[in-house]
């Protein structure tokens, strides 16, 4: 967060968040990152599949009460899912229980909320976007954005790190990508 004297940043007045940059790729992970890349191969495996696994999980939760916040599962929206789980067949049995926990349960215990901010903890900011990009498809999927709908996609933008503002870029872009398909 920057102090602005007529919209000009001029010093910062606190840090939100730290990120590490790879002078390789140029994406920018989580400082924490760092420690990982100096374990072996083994353990490196290991985080990435978490990582993962983490992402799908979240990406399947938030998909699927995204899909039910309004008290419709349109056709359309599972297929959405249904998708998004092949495209993970290592998971795909434990996607399809997340997916039928969060149909019965919604989001008890926070469950949703509780994965979103282990993705914020745990995966790179491209990842955390990727992540609200496809759980937004579930927006578009049938056709139009209930306001119960709208106002969860901005909280889920919170809840990783995101402010709620982005919700509307996040839409545009989605939105022309729909066009250009």
């Known amino acids: 967060r920057w102090f602005t004297l007529f919209?000009?940043?001029?010093?910062?007045?606190?840090t939100l968040d730290s990120f590490y940059e790879c002078n390789s790729c140029s994406q920018a992970y989580a400082t924490k990152i760092k420690s990982v890349l100096a374990e072996t191969t083994e353990n490196r495996d290991q985080v990435i599949e978490r990582a993962k696994n983490l992402y799908a999980n979240a990406l399947i939760a938030a998909m699927t009460h995204m899909a039910i916040i309004d008290n419709e599962f349109a056709a359309e929206?599972?297929?959405?899912?249904?998708?998004?789980?092949?495209?993970?067949?290592?998971?795909?049995?434990?996607l399809r229980s997340t997916k039928s926990m969060v149909i019965e349960n919604?989001?008890?215990?926070?469950?949703?909320?509780?994965?979103?901010?282990?993705?914020?903890?745990?995966?790179?900011?491209?990842?955390?976007?990727?992540l609200m990009a496809q759980a937004a498809i579930v927006l578009l999927a049938d056709g139009k954005i209930e306001k119960e709908e709208e106002t969860l996609m901005k909280e889920y933008l919170i809840a990783c790190g995101i402010p709620k503002d982005f919700y509307r870029t996040l839409l545009d872009k989605l939105k022309k990508v729909e066009v250009q398909h």
């Open 106 to 130: 919604g989001n008890n215990d926070n469950y949703v909320f509780n994965l979103l901010n282990q993705v914020r903890n745990e995966l790179s900011s491209e990842a955390i976007l990727n």
């Open 7 to 14: 919209f000009i940043p001029v010093f910062p007045i606190n």
């Open 77 to 94: 929206e599972e297929r959405e899912i249904d998708d998004v789980i092949m495209k993970f067949p290592q998971y795909e049995d434990e």
